[in-house]
């Protein structure tokens, strides 16, 4: 999930989730019924033939996270994916971001947000692009810098 969105606006929503899974060589009927499921779980699916540019940011930002998340994705990066969302729509995304790391897939969350944090099983703090401390099983800075570099 791109904290700009990117979404393509000659798309309409469906399309823009579906596009992914178009290039991992799903047929496009697949794919859209994958869309149409994706967009129904943050709450879209009535906006599935609308574009971008016709939905609020929020809305915007669901689609962005329904195409992030559809099909069997093993790795999800999501910079700041709850951004321009409500409180009560945060926590929707987070309990999807969540729901897929459950079922197996590596998820990377960037946030400001301590609450949202909470979710992690392990937390890394940057502070100027430094790391100044983890929480979780990394086992504090030191050792996380030292699998890093030792990689």
Do not use: K
Request: charged fraction near 25%.
């Amino acid at each position: 999930m791109f904290q700009q969105l990117n979404l393509v606006p000659s798309l309409t929503a469906a399309e823009n989730v579906a596009l992914p899974r178009e290039l991992d060589g799903v047929r496009r009927a697949a794919a859209r019924d994958e869309a149409l499921q994706a967009l129904t779980e943050v709450g879209l699916a009535d906006a599935a033939d609308r574009f971008p540019a016709e939905l609020s940011g929020g809305q915007q930002q669901r689609i962005a996270i329904a195409r992030a998340l559809v099909g069997p994705r093993r790795l999800v990066l999501a910079d700041e994916p709850t951004g321009a969302l409500d409180s009560v729509t945060g926590e929707d995304v987070m309990r999807l971001l969540r729901a897929r790391i459950d079922a197996g897939a590596c998820g990377v969350l960037v946030t400001h947000d301590a609450r949202y944090a909470a979710w992690a099983d392990r937390t890394v703090f940057l502070r100027d692009g430094r790391l100044v401390d983890t929480t979780g099983d990394a086992g504090g800075p030191e050792l996380l810098l030292a699998r890093e570099v030792a990689r």
